[in-house]
């Protein structure tokens, strides 16, 4: 594991316990992927409000991610979630494609056109959560499938019985 933090504009902060927070935290993103990754975190303050940027590269891949926040290892914890994210994706990626590609041929289900309803690929808008409520009450449609803004997670809005409206988040 390769680690390099740089610090721009952050007077009046530990730097030592800092460094050694994200190293730590850094350290739990090791068990996504069996090749060496190599961290550059950038960690930056402007008017009382710290951001935080990772930039992993490992394999074939480069993940980065950013955070802002009133606290700096707020921000930190904010950025490693996002990156252990997008590394669990790439994971459960290349460790499917391995199952799928040495599945013995008796082994996969034939899927006849008739089981199959209809399947499209959908992009999903990025919104906030006030965003997507005024859109589905817009588009009176039963539910609205969104990707939330603030969290970058896939959800899925609809009114409950009462009243009120219920996100899950998938």
Known sequence: MEVSIDFRDTKGIDLRKIEDYAKKKLKSLERYSKKGLVFHVVISAQKGRYSSEIIINGGNHTIQSKAETTEVKLAIDQCIDKAKRQLVKIKEKVSNHKKIQHLPEALVEKVSPEKVIRKRKVDLP????????????????GFLLFIDSEREERCLLHPTKDGKYEILVF
């Open 126 to 141: 990025f919104l906030s959560i006030s965003q997507a409520k005024e859109e589905l009450l817009a588009k009176k449609a």
